[in-house]
Structures are given as C-alpha cells and as structure tokens.
C-alpha cells in the first residue's frame, strides 16, 4: 500500500487536501469520483475531501464533462471505438449520460474506424469472407460497433 501524502494531523484540513488535489489536478485532469478516491487513499477526510471537491467544481478546476470530451477525443486520436471507450469511463466512474454525451460529441466514427482499418490492413478492400471476418473482428477488438465495421469493411451498402 502506498504511503498516504496527507499527513494524519492535516486530514481534515481543508487547505492541506485542497494543496494535494491541485498538486494532482497539475499533471492532468479528473473525474470527481475519481479524485475523491486518490484523496481519500492519500489520507483526507471524506467528509472534508467531498467539500473540497465540491469548491473545485465550482471553481471549475474539475470538470467532469471536459474531462469525458478530452477522453473521447484522445482514445478515438488512437483509433478506440465508441463502445471501448464508454467502457473504459464507466469503468472510472463516469455517470451514463456524461459518457453519452460525450461519445456523441465525438468524431465521425465510420471515419475513425476506416481510418483505423487502413492503417492496420492498407488501402484494398478485404477481398474475401475470411479476411473481412478477421478485419471486422479487429475493429470489434478496438471497441467499434457492426455499423461502423460495415462501413470500414466495405460491406455497407451506402458507405458515408
């Protein structure tokens, strides 16, 4: 276990918890419930660190909604699919409708996922059932959904 970075007399106090989520939020940003834990891990006070947390947000240091659209952006930038990357914030805590919104925001994904496709397996079309299956399971992998592999694949009937 890590040592705490909030020493046990400055757990409940506000300034010492406020100097360790401005420390973390330096090199880069947060969920709320995300930050929540690693101050509570680091040895503040719940209650203190939720209040604290409460002053960042509305100070708009923390911003869950910028933090989904940064996310959403930097996956897909590495050629993650929608249904990957919803995953991956639900899985920090992210509320659904934050990780909705976000993913609609996103980038074209039968852009993305061609892009991705070409990249992998170049610029020809699969040319048979077997490397379009082995295609599309790669793409599946990378989080895309059957739409988006169809249109990537070549087997949509009206690609965009």
Not at 13 to 39: F, H, S, Y
Not at 82 to 103: H, K, M, T
Not at 139 to 148: M, V
Request: hydrophobic share 40%; aromatic share 6%; charged share 30%.
């Amino acid at each position: 276990m890590a040592k705490p970075r909030i020493r046990p007399e400055a757990a409940s106090d506000p300034e010492a918890i406020r100097a360790e989520a401005l420390t973390l939020l330096a090199r880069r940003d947060w969920l709320t419930a995300e930050l929540g834990e690693k101050l509570h891990s680091a040895g503040g006070d719940p209650q203190v660190t939720a209040q604290v947390i409460a002053e960042l947000v509305q100070e708009r240091l923390l911003d869950d909604a910028r933090y989904a659209e940064r996310y959403v952006t930097s996956r897909s930038e590495r050629g993650q699919g929608p249904l990957r990357i919803a995953a991956e914030l639900a899985s920090l805590g992210a509320p659904r409708e934050l990780i909705e919104a976000a993913i609609e925001a996103g980038p074209d994904w039968r852009a993305v996922a061609r892009r991705v496709r070409r990249r992998k397996f170049g610029d020809a079309a699969p040319d048979s059932w077997a490397e379009k299956a082995r295609q599309s399971r790669f793409l599946q992998y990378r989080g895309f959904s059957s739409d988006h592999i169809r249109a990537a694949t070549g087997a949509d009937p009206e690609p965009d």
